[in-house]
C-alpha cells in the first residue's frame, strides 16, 4: 500500500496543536444525519467475493461466509482480494477494530491495481491506525495514481465514536466525478477529478483488499511506537462488504465493464453518487472543522509548492 510517504515526517508543531484541538478523548459528538448510501446495494458473501491474499492460517471466515476476522501476530498478518477487478464504483465494509492497545497495528480497506501495474499502479486507501495511550485509533485516507507515492494525497481524522465496541461502515465512492470517503455514511473527504491534474486521478482497473499488518516503521507517530505482540492478537472483523459498479473485463476492450450487482443504483452515473447532496457537504464539513487533524494541503514541510487543489 502506499505507505512511503508516510514515513516522511510531517509537521510536528501543525499535528501537535491539531491533535489537542480534536482529543480524542474528548469529543462528544453527534453526527448530522444524512442519506444511507450503504443501504442501496447488496451484501457480498466474503468467501464467494474474496480470496486469501496473505496470512490464509490467520484468516477465519464465520456466519456462513458472511463475516471474516483477520488476525496479526508474530508470525504474519492477513489479507484478502476480490476475485473481481473494478472499473469505478461503491466500495464499503462494516469494520470493527481490535480494542487494547494498539500502536503500529493497520487495518485497511482499499482500491489498488499493484499486481497489475507494479511500477505505475493506483491506489484508493481507507487504513485505520492504531492507537497510542494517549490518543485513539486515527482514520487516514489517501489517493494516488501512476505508482509515484509524491503525488499522495493524505488526510486524517479521528472518530466520533469507538471503532472498537461495535461494527462501523467505512465506504469508497470512485467515479469518474470524484472519489469520497465515508464513515457510516458521512461523507469526511472529496476528491474531485479534474483534467488539470488527472495525472493523479486513478484511472485503471483495481481490485479490493481488507488487511491487517505491521506498520511499525511509520504508522504510529512516525514511527515512535511499534506494535507490542504482547498484546497479540490483534483481531479485526469485516462484515457486510458491499462491491458494486463496473467489474472489468480483461478480454474486452479498454475501460469495458459491465454492471455488477442488483441494485437499480448506478455509483458510476447515478445522480446520487456523482455530486454531494447540501446535506452531504453539510456533514462533511462538520467532520472535516471536528475531527480532521492532518491534511496535505497544510504541510508546507512537505510541500513547498501545495499542490494545485489545494488552491
Not at 210 to 223: F, L, M, Q, R, V
Request: hydrophobic fraction near 35%; proline fraction near 6%.
Amino acid at each position: 500500500m502506499a505507505f512511503l510517504q508516510d514515513k516522511i515526517l510531517y509537521s510536528g508543531l501543525l499535528v501537535f496543536c491539531m491533535t489537542i484541538l480534536v482529543s480524542s478523548h474528548s469529543r462528544p459528538y453527534s453526527p448530522p444525519s444524512v442519506a444511507h448510501l450503504t443501504d442501496y446495494f447488496p451484501h457480498v458473501s466474503i468467501d464467494q467475493g474474496f480470496s486469501k491474499s496473505f496470512g490464509g492460517s490467520n484468516i477465519q471466515l464465520i456466519s456462513n461466509g458472511s463475516m471474516a476476522n483477520l488476525a496479526l501476530d508474530k508470525t504474519s498478518g492477513a489479507g484478502l482480494v476480490s476475485k473481481n477487478k473494478y472499473y469505478y464504483g461503491f466500495f464499503s465494509a462494516a469494520i470493527k477494530l481490535p480494542s487494547g492497545l494498539s500502536s503500529g497495528v493497520v487495518v485497511a480497506f482499499y482500491l489498488s491495481n499493484a499486481d497489475t501495474f507494479p511500477h505505475t499502479h493506483d491506489e484508493v486507501d481507507i487504513e485505520l491506525l492504531g492507537h497510542d495511550k494517549r490518543n485513539d485509533w486515527a482514520f487516514q485516507t489517501n489517493i494516488y495514481a501512476n505508482g509515484s507515492v509524491s503525488t499522495g494525497r493524505e488526510e486524517k481524522f479521528y472518530l466520533w465514536f469507538d471503532p472498537t465496541e461495535q461494527h462501523h461502515q467505512y465506504s469508497i465512492i470512485w467515479n469518474s466525478y470524484h472519489t469520497v470517503f465515508l464513515v457510516d455514511n458521512i461523507p469526511v473527504r472529496e476528491f474531485i477529478h479534474n483534467s488539470a491534474f488527472s495525472f493523479v486521478y486513478p484511472s485503471k482497473p483495481m481490485s479490493v483488499y481488507a488487511t491487517i499488518w505491521d506498520g511499525s516503521e511509520w504508522a504510529t507517530h512516525g514511527g515512535k511506537y511499534p506494535v507490542n505482540y504482547k498484546y497479540a492478537p490483534f483481531v479485526v472483523s469485516f462484515a457486510n462488504v458491499e462491491m458494486s459498479g463496473c467489474i472489468w473485463n480483461p478480454t474486452a476492450p479498454v475501460s469495458s465493464c459491465s454492471k455488477a450487482g442488483t441494485s437499480s443504483y448506478d455509483p458510476v452515473e447515478g445522480p446520487e453518487f456523482v455530486k454531494l447532496s447540501k446535506q452531504q457537504i453539510e456533514a462533511m464539513d462538520w467532520a472535516r472543522r471536528k475531527l480532521m487533524f492532518y491534511s496535505y494541503c497544510k504541510d508546507t514541510s512537505r510541500f513547498k509548492v501545495l499542490p494545485p487543489e489545494c488552491k
